[in-house]
């Protein structure tokens, strides 16, 4: 299945479909910035519940999994890439484990779920050369399929959407109706950096800006 519920934003239940919310992305970039749209890579088969490589103790969560069979991300240092809210390059299927494990290697016991967490998995990164990325929670429990982020100076953050469904269908919404992507809880980083970006087309490539 292709759709999930979950509690969106005011605690309202909201179904969110990874395909056609990403299709409405797509289909925005191809007319509106196509430097953006001609950055994705082509899709990679969808392996439901596959163990990400390079040991990450993970599961690929399914909704990734099927955005990347979409879509096999974009490629590092292409033009436009980085056209997820915030700068944010979706990775490569390649890329998802081996950042995922060099993060895993670095934790600390003490500062494991606050810093990073095993059961984090990387999806997009925010700065090419660093750690920082969003990631989806695949902890058992009521948080799991939480997107979070991630800086390498204060570590993670749970919280912005409830899953990755309701993250691409807030973007979606925001590229089609000019406006802000409104994050379905803003965590405390809110109030101390982090803004509500608009989407903006410069030179056929999408970025956001505050």
């Known amino acids: 299945m292709g759709a999930a519920e979950r509690t969106g934003p005011g605690g309202s239940m909201a179904e969110y479909d990874v395909t056609r919310e990403w299709a409405r992305i797509v289909g925005w ?3 509106m910035a196509p430097l ?3 950055a994705l890579r082509a899709p990679v088969a969808e392996v439901p519940h596959a163990d990400l490589p390079h040991g990450s103790d993970a599961a690929l969560p ?7 069979a979409l879509n096999d991300g974009c490629e590092p240092g292409t033009p436009g890439a980085a056209f997820l809210p915030h700068g944010n390059r979706l990775m490569r299927r390649a890329e998802i484990g081996p950042v995922a494990e060099t993060l895993n290697a670095l934790l ?3 500062v494991i779920g606050s810093w990073w967490h095993p059961a984090w998995v990387p999806f ?3 700065s090419e050369g660093s750690m920082d990325c969003l990631f989806i929670d695949v902890r058992p429990g009521l948080g799991f399929g939480q997107v979070g982020s991630f800086f390498d100076e204060t570590g993670g ?5 409830p899953s990755l469904g309701a993250f691409l269908a807030d973007t979606a919404r925001a590229l089609q109706e000019v406006r802000p992507v409104a994050a379905w809880r803003p965590p405390a980083s809110a109030a101390v950096g982090v803004r ?3 989407p903006q087309v410069e030179d056929d490539i999408l970025v956001w800006r505050r």
């Open 36 to 38: 953006s749209a001609a």
């Open 62 to 68: 399914g909704e990734l999994s099927r955005l990347l």
């Open 124 to 126: 997009a990164t925010m």
């Open 108 to 110: 600390d016991e003490d």
């Open 196 to 198: 509500p970006v608009l």
């Open 29 to 31: 970039l191809g007319i």
């Open 157 to 161: 953050e749970l919280g912005w959407w």
